[in-house]
Every structure is written in structure tokens, then in C-alpha cells.
Nanobody, 121 residues
Framework: QVQLVESGGGLVQAGGSLRLSCAAS????????MSWFRQASGKEREFVAAISWSGGSTYYADSVKGRFTISRDNAKRTVYLQMNSLKPEDTAVYYCAAGSYRSSWTSQNYRGQGTQVTVSS
């Protein structure tokens, strides 16, 4: 059983940066692709970024492409989401998940509890 714990969220001004982390506090991420999703208040959860188990493949939502970077350190059992040039519309709870590459939220094997990101204008 894998337990995922996100951290790094907070309040930042528009144009600023944050780096989110997602660590496996229990279990291993071996063989799992990792994804980030987000859910803004009153909106449906949406895909943000995904990375393959090896880290050799990444995929981004159009809304974050060129601003966000997903990476992973398998030795540390941790996945990161570097978020630059943040916009108020990036405000949401961000969740990490482990499963198949580019699969949906409901298809993920494991999901974290989320971390709040708030971008002020």
C-alpha cells in the first residue's frame, strides 16, 4: 500500500513560483507513473502533468505547458512540480497520484490528500 503526502503549497503573488513535492511515506513508487491534478473551488478536478516511471516521458495540460515542470527522484520516492509564472487561475488544491501514465484521476492506483496553492493578483 502506497501513501502519498503532498507539501509545498502556500500563498504566492502572481508571477511567482512554488515547488510542490509528493513523497511516498509508505510503500514504493516502483513501476508507477506519477501525475499531478488540481481542483479549484467549485470546479471539476483537472489533469496538470504526468511523468513516466523512468522520468523519460512527461506530459502537460495546455494551460500549464511552458510554466510547470514535473520531475521525480525515485531514490527519494518523491515527485516534484515546479510552478513558475503563476497566475490567479492556478489557484487550486493540488493532488498527486500514482498509476498508469496519462490515466485519469479515477483510474489512479493511489492518490494524495492535496495541498492548497493560492495565487494572489
Amino acid at each position: 500500500q502506497v501513501q502519498l503526502v503532498e507539501s509545498g503549497g502556500g500563498l504566492v503573488q502572481a508571477g511567482g513560483s512554488l515547488r510542490l513535492s509528493c513523497a511516498a511515506s509508505r510503500g514504493t513508487l516502483s513501476g508507477y507513473a506519477m501525475s499531478w491534478f488540481r481542483q479549484a473551488s467549485g470546479k471539476e478536478r483537472e489533469f496538470v502533468a504526468a511523468i513516466s516511471w523512468s522520468g523519460g516521458s512527461t506530459y502537460y495540460a495546455d494551460s500549464v505547458k511552458g510554466r510547470f515542470t514535473i520531475s521525480r527522484d525515485n531514490a527519494k520516492r518523491t515527485v516534484y512540480l515546479q510552478m513558475n509564472s503563476l497566475k490567479p487561475e492556478d489557484t487550486a488544491v493540488y493532488y498527486c497520484a500514482a498509476g498508469s501514465y496519462r490515466s485519469s484521476w479515477t483510474s489512479q492506483n493511489y492518490r494524495g490528500q492535496g495541498t492548497q496553492v493560492t495565487v494572489s493578483s
